[in-house]
């Protein structure tokens, strides 16, 4: 008796301590989201076409230029391909096709002179392509075949050896400030931040390891430089935006919006931030049941108001991998988990 007993406390003592913990692991909304004013937008539906027989694969980068032309980079069957479309949606060409540095796209952007950048992260390169295709700059190399993708690092691996200069580790975005300096997001494998001037010389680069302290990074996903030449940085793993000068010299951290996914800040008088605490693309239901929108926020980390959700129908968000905002109120987002990008006409009237 006095075993039976024994054996039905400890199963009970199992049960608690497991039902304790699974309470425990419940995922949770970002802080921001409870106060922020939702902002009502719609969705433009089959915004690009595409001639017939070809296809977008995950839609992994989205930019505009000056002419408002598309460009979306993404991951098809046949490795990495970058389409160029008009304002209007229409198909236009193809940059790159078979370039020995596309493999698995990571980011597309747009510099303020036309010219147009990928990263990607399968070859550990940076890629900077003129208006007219042409391939006028490279930072990174890619590895030899043999050598294959890195896997990235898990917390009980010891930390990859040091960055060196002009080698990445599955980079994963580019900015630049007024003075053409380029700023390099380095990535899943190193998780640093790296700055370069407008010849691709090397200045200084900023998160020696992985890690959860300021001036770390696990995963830093997106980056971007406004007009004064600060420096956003998505630090996503460790779900805070780290915002830097333009020396890398830490000014704030913004840990509020979940887990940001894609950053980007509009043009103008007076600029906005948008991030994205984007349904991760692993299909892990508990947590995308409290990520998905995206928000709205002041420079200094005012939330101003959030939108979107988990979804696949169209107005709904299949993990949004890039965020295109030249225009404050007409957004571009590629998605990842439902292979397109949608064109989104926010209604900010009524929001703070």
Request: net charge negative; aromatic share 12%.
């Amino acid at each position: 008796m006095r075993r039976y007993t024994e054996f039905t406390l400890l199963c009970l003592g199992v049960i608690t301590t497991g039902w304790l913990h699974a309470q425990q692991a419940v995922p949770q909304r970002a802080a921001a989201y409870a106060d922020a004013p939702n902002i009502p937008f719609e969705t433009v539906p089959n915004f690009l076409t595409l001639p017939e027989g070809l296809y977008l694969g995950e839609g992994i980068g989205v930019a505009r230029n000056i002419k408002n032309h598309v460009f979306v980079y993404t991951r098809s069957g046949e490795s990495s391909r970058l389409f160029e479309f008009n304002e209007n949606g229409d198909f236009i060409r193809e940059i790159g096709r078979y370039l020995y540095g596309f493999s698995q796209a990571h980011a597309v952007r747009v510099d303020s002179e036309d010219n147009i950048w990928v990263v990607d992260e399968g070859t550990d390169m940076v890629i900077k392509f003129n208006p007219e295709g042409r391939v006028v700059m490279l930072l990174g190399r890619r590895p030899e075949a043999v050598q294959g993708l890195y896997e990235t690092p898990r917390r009980s691996d010891s930390w990859p050896p040091p960055a060196v200069p002009y080698r990445f580790g599955r980079p994963t975005d580019v900015a630049w400030d007024s003075e053409g300096n380029i700023f390099v997001a380095d990535g899943y494998f190193n998780s640093r931040v790296v700055k370069y001037d407008k010849n691709g010389r090397f200045i200084k680069d900023i998160g020696e390891e992985r890690g959860t302290q300021p001036d770390q990074f696990n995963t830093p996903h997106s980056i971007q430089v406004d007009a004064q030449g600060n420096v956003y940085v998505a630090d996503r793993n460790n779900s805070r935006i780290q915002v830097y000068n333009n020396d890398l010299e830490r000014i704030a951290i913004y840990d509020n919006i979940g887990r940001p996914w894609a950053l980007c800040i509009t043009g103008g008088e007076h600029p906005y931030l948008y991030t994205s605490n984007s349904n991760p693309d692993n299909n892990n239901s508990a947590l995308t049941a409290v990520t998905g929108e995206i928000y709205k926020m002041e420079l200094d980390g005012t939330v101003i108001g959030k939108f979107g959700e988990p979804g696949k129908q169209w107005g709904k968000f299949g993990t949004v991998h890039a965020i295109d905002c030249r225009d404050e109120n007409e957004l571009l987002v590629a998605e990842i988990t439902t292979w397109r990008v949608q064109k989104l006409i926010l209604n900010p009237e009524g929001t703070p």
